[in-house]
């Protein structure tokens, strides 16, 4: 297991090997913790995913069964093409996350004057070029990079792209390599702060959302409204959804399980 060392010792957070938190607080029991994307997870999402799978097998069917193409396939090769179009959906957003994570990997070495070179996936590279123009126009000063956060108070935890002053603001800041902005990063932004002062009992300036493009090699710099409140409340009626789940799954075990 993974672990990581917070609040000057006192806490021990770890991941087992089923991606599982568990964190030990003042050497006491080992508690299961669950994670920001977890419980932001639980945001329903379903009429934006469904439109995007339609928009997704549309164009695997598309590129698959070209207009004025006439053939006949055996049962071998219409198993692939059921894969392939079954799957389509999948194979994108797996792209989408090695690209982001070459991006962030690329970022956080540029930060720490780490020698890296530029990836050569298209799209990867485009990023990585947004991140060097967005650096060069501002003045960085990272104090955490990947750092894993960990609300006590709250029970749940996440890792963090960016803690340091940006044009001499202290900036909690993550890095985006999505088409456009969504509501979930001031979800995220929003738990994060709260977990950082917290612990450091420093209060965050401004959350930032930074997205480097995939498409144009642009970034966009964008400063959260001072909404964090608002934020945060909702972030917490999800953990309370999440938690809601959670207890109600078991009951009915325990249910089915009696019956």
Same mark, same amino acid.
């Given at each position: ?12 957070? &770890?991941? %087992? ?7 030990? !607080?003042? &050497?006491?029991?080992? $508690? ?6 977890? !419980? ?7 009429? +934006? $995913? ?13 590129? =698959? ?18 894969? =392939? ?7 994108? @957003? *797996? ?19 780490? /020698?890296? *070179? $530029?990836?050569?996936?298209? #799209? ?7 991140? %060097? ?7 960085? #000063? /990272? ?5 894993? $956060? ?26 985006? =390599? @999505?088409?456009?902005?969504?509501? *979930? ?11 950082? =002062? #917290?612990?450091?009992?420093?209060? !965050?300036?401004?959350? +930032? ?16 409204? %001072? ?28 249910? #089915?399980?009696?019956?």
């Amino acid at each position: 297991m993974d672990k990581s060392t917070l609040y000057n010792g006192r806490v021990e957070l &770890g991941m %087992d090997s089923r991606h599982i938190y568990r964190a030990r !607080i003042d &050497g006491g029991k080992s $508690l299961h913790v669950p994670n920001v994307s977890t !419980i932001i997870g639980k945001k329903d999402k379903s009429n +934006a $995913l469904m439109f995007w799978q339609r928009k997704i097998i549309g164009q695997a069917i598309s590129k =698959t069964f070209p207009v004025g193409t006439t053939f006949r396939m055996d049962e071998i090769q219409l198993n692939k093409v059921q894969e =392939t179009i079954t799957n389509a959906a999948t194979i994108v @957003s *797996d792209e989408a996350k090695e690209i982001g994570t070459l991006a962030h990997t690329y970022a956080e070495k540029r930060l720490s004057n780490i /020698p890296v *070179d $530029l990836p050569a996936h298209p #799209e990867a590279l485009n990023a990585c070029i947004a991140f %060097d123009s967005w650096l060069s126009s501002n003045n960085v #000063e /990272p104090l955490h990079l990947e750092r894993q $956060l960990f609300s006590m108070r709250h029970n749940y935890c996440g890792t963090v792209d960016f803690i340091g002053k940006i044009n001499g603001k202290l900036t909690l800041a993550d890095f985006k =390599t @999505s088409k456009r902005l969504y509501n *979930d990063h001031f979800l995220q932004a929003s738990a994060y702060a709260e977990a950082y =002062t #917290e612990e450091f009992g420093l209060e !965050i300036e401004q959350r +930032a959302v930074i997205r480097f493009c995939k498409e144009t090699g642009n970034f966009e710099y964008h400063v959260l409204t %001072d909404s964090h409140e608002r934020d945060f409340a909702a972030f917490q009626a999800l953990q309370q959804i999440y938690e809601y789940e959670k207890e109600t799954q078991k009951e009915i075990r325990e249910m #089915e399980k009696a019956a």
